[in-house]
């Protein structure tokens, strides 16, 4: 297997804004892209990548759980999310210099495969659960500039990561 950092695609790419193809055949070559997005996602210092995010439309993603490790979500889905919902900031590697606020469930129980197509539940909250809820919106053609109720400008975002 290769180390590989994958080019992103641009903002304007078309396969952000369409629905990823489900990935059906678990092998090397899915092996192979994972390991794109995790060399891609540390390279970009991103804390979650997709695979439309370089151009490939597989339903593949790995989140940064930093200390829990990383979290590979293969065809996820979610089963159910909390009522209580949270809005924070969030950004996007793909959106360089535009981040915003969104509204999102504070818990949620998804449904993904593992690399050897097994289908596992994970419950995640807060940080991870809207990673999550962020990179199956990007998989499913929505970015979350379409999600994003107000964009900071430069002097809002500072005082906000000021106040972190």
Do not use: W
């Not at 629905?19 to 899915?30: C, I, N, S």
């Not at 210092?45 to 439309?57: D, F, K, N, T, Y």
């Not at 924070?88 to 959106?95: H, P």
């Not at 596992?120 to 994003?148: C, S, W």
Request: glycine share 4%.
């Amino acid at each position: 297997m290769n180390v590989a950092v994958k080019p992103l695609v641009s903002a304007s790419s078309a396969i952000l804004r369409q629905q990823a193809e489900d990935v059906k055949t678990f092998d090397r070559q899915l092996k192979q892209l994972l390991l794109d997005i995790e060399d891609t996602l540390y390279e970009t210092e991103a804390s979650a990548l997709c695979a439309p995010q370089i151009g490939v439309s597989q339903q593949a993603a790995i989140i940064d759980m930093e200390a829990d490790g990383l979290l590979q979500l293969i065809n996820p889905r979610i089963v159910s999310e909390s009522e209580t919902k949270v809005t924070e900031l969030e950004g996007d590697v793909s959106f360089p210099d535009i981040f915003g606020t969104v509204t999102r469930s504070q818990m949620i129980v998804v449904q993904s495969n593992d690399v050897e197509g097994n289908t596992v539940e994970l419950t995640a909250y807060d940080d991870i659960a809207r990673m999550i809820l962020h990179i199956i919106d990007q998989l499913n053609g929505v970015p979350f500039t379409d999600k994003m109720e107000k964009q900071l400008t430069e002097e809002e975002l500072e005082a906000y990561l000021e106040d972190e």
